[in-house]
């Protein structure tokens, strides 16, 4: 188990630079049983700066997406900042949505782990990030289609035309900003319905491990087919019809990001690519409800917007330079 000062290295960048808490302001912890030194790190380096700091717990979530607790989003609502060390993502719900709309400065960290706050993503330069996820952003804004390719065999299009891109930069200092903790990814909802081709998932957190293909048409996932198959189909049947959806395009953009088998991180690495299954809502123009939200990370992509190569076989191509690995 992680000592306390490793603990205390990423809880201070997560309150000092990532949120920019100030003396005076009111912080809430959510958190669950699973995370409680976590959360316990994030509270002491918010009370250091002299923040209002309240920490409330519940039981882990069966899933990505289920809501939290009616206290827990009513405690959200009246926050400046929410920090949310969990087992399972809040991101996509509506309590979370809520309290965006509502001003607070968000914070999602589903499934850090306490090895992860002292290394890797957590300890990028933030500002770097920033500006690489920015230049990410401009090649995709205001294109109308993307194309992925990977070794494993992905070969998916999609239209991504009038969609807002989503910065997620680990910089959070404006009411209403959010995003993850670590950070690092521009991410957009494709055009419902247009998605077509074969999507190859390399990693999905433990519930795909090796190679997954899935066929996708209309913008939907009809078929997989993989040593993970059953496992990923019997998690989307236990949530809605919608959870088929293909919901995000995102690109890495963290250059400390490591690749840990856990989510949170892995989208993040630099010279990924990741796909979503299910809910929308939480991106610009997003309009599919779902109770679920899972994303497939996609190792060595070329991704081909409007015909430019923006990234190829893993190294992204932005600003006229190569980067990633």
Do not use: W
């Not at 088998?261 to 409800?289: C, M």
């Amino acid at each position: 188990m992680l000592g306390i000062l490793g603990l205390m290295r990423g809880a201070r960048i997560a309150v000092e630079v990532c949120m920019a808490v100030r003396p005076g302001e009111e912080i809430l912890i959510v958190t669950d049983t699973g995370k409680l030194r976590i959360a316990e790190a994030l509270a002491y380096a918010a009370s250091s700066l002299g923040a209002e700091t309240s920490t409330i717990v519940m039981l882990p979530r069966e899933r990505s997406g289920i809501e939290p607790p009616r206290p827990v989003a009513k405690a959200m609502l009246g926050a400046d900042v929410v920090l949310m060390p969990t087992t399972h993502s809040l991101s996509h719900t509506e309590a979370r949505r809520r309290a965006s709309e509502a001003g607070a400065r968000i914070a999602s960290m589903p499934g850090i782990t306490e090895d992860m706050m002292s290394t890797g993503g957590m300890t990028a330069d933030y500002g770097e990030v920033a500006a690489l996820t920015e230049a990410v952003a401009r090649a995709l804004e205001g294109k109308k289609e993307a194309h992925i390719i990977t070794p494993s065999g992905t070969d998916l299009r999609m239209s991504i035309e009038g969609r807002g891109v989503l910065r997620d930069t680990g910089l959070y200092h404006n009411p209403g900003d959010f995003g993850n903790l670590p950070a690092g990814e521009a991410c957009l909802a494709p055009v419902e319905g247009t998605a077509e081709g074969i999507l190859v998932i390399d990693r999905m957190g433990s519930i795909v491990t090796r190679p997954l293909k899935v066929i996708v048409r209309a913008g939907r996932a009809i078929r997989f087919e993989g040593p993970d198959a059953e496992k990923l189909e019997a998690l989307l049947r236990s949530a809605d019809e919608n959870a088929y959806n293909i919901a995000e395009l995102g690109i890495g953009t963290n250059p400390k990001a490591r690749l840990r088998g856990i989510v949170l991180e892995d989208e993040k690495v630099l010279g990924t690519v990741h796909v979503a299954l299910g809910d929308n809502r939480s991106f610009p123009g997003g309009r599919v409800a779902s109770s679920i939200h899972l994303d497939g990370v996609l190792l060595k992509p070329t991704l081909i917007v409007d015909g430019q190569v923006v990234m190829r076989n893993g190294r992204l191509l932005v600003s006229g330079q190569a980067s990633g690995p």
